[in-house]
């Protein structure tokens, strides 16, 4: 059995359907979806890819049905495999790839619920042996996972970083069990779901289900704080996905608390600068504000 995926004629899909061939074509990556074929029939085109049955994981870490909500042993796993199938794209692949929709949506899974990013219409090549992209037309994404130096150019380059961005978002929407933007929140700092989050891990309040056992306390706050780092505003900040997987397999105790991840406006975007290691390794949990300068300095890893 097998999945199909048909494109419509218009240039954008033209566009989508190059990208997907040329980008995935030569990948091979136990978390990457495999392009099995592809067809091209006047102005029909189609997309054939293996087929997984367990559908993508919004279905599970939305969804209000218990029968099909998944143990956070699992959702780590999926975590986990994600980050590995982009620190494959990133630095795995004769072309570094980037894939700018990062998301639930396209993160499909198998009969094991082992995940596979998929949906490549929107991924970047990026030069040989780099990392940054040198064009920056025709950038797009899903409102909720652009990196801010996506549509803001005084944030930073566009870059596997921004990958990481769109990462983290989906690691808070897995803890959190509902998207990062909720315009309608009655409280403010719903709104806006990672501000809401780190104030609860911060002031050590419950961040999932109240009955949880202290392991999967553990892993929910874990999968937060890689979700604070990647999302945090400036690129350089964030870490690299062979970082993230590193972070991700290290105690809870081994990681720190980063700065509050914020919105900004791309005026404001202009002075910002990446913090120092020490700016870091002096704060403790209590002491972090969000507010405080930033030093022009290598960035902590994340680590203890």
Known sequence: MVAVKFLHDSTSNGDEFLNEVVSIGN???????????FCIK??????????????SLDKYIYSENPKTVLGW?????IAIGVARGLEY???????????????????LLDEDFCPK????????????????????????????????????????????????YSYGMMMLEMVGGRKNLKPSAQNPSEVYFPHWIYDRVAEGGDIAASDMTNK?????????LVGFWCTQTIPANRPSMGRVVEMSERSLDELELPPKPYI???????????????????????????????SNSEPSDGLR
């Open 27 to 37: 990948t091979s990556h136990i978390n990457i979806v495999s392009l099995l074929g």
């Open 42 to 55: 006047g102005s029909k085109r189609a997309l054939v890819y293996e087929y997984l049955p367990n559908s």
């Open 73 to 77: 042993d699992k959702l780590y796993e």
């Open 89 to 107: 794209l990133h630095r795995g692949c004769s072309t570094h790839i980037v894939h700018f929709d990062i998301k639930p949506q396209n993160i």
């Open 117 to 164: 990013i998929a949906d490549f219409g929107l991924a970047k090549l990026c030069p040989p042996k780099e990392s940054v992209l040198s064009s920056m037309a025709d950038l797009r994404g899903t409102i909720g996972f652009i990196a801010p130096e996506v549509f803001s150019r005084g944030v930073g380059v566009v870059s596997t970083k921004s990958d990481v």
């Open 216 to 224: 999967t306390e553990e892993i929910t706050r874990k999968m937060a």
């Open 264 to 294: 900004t406006s791309p005026r404001q975007s202009m002075d910002l600068e990446p913090y120092s290691q020490h700016s870091l390794d002096t704060m403790s949990v209590q002491s972090i504000d969000s507010t405080a300068p930033l």
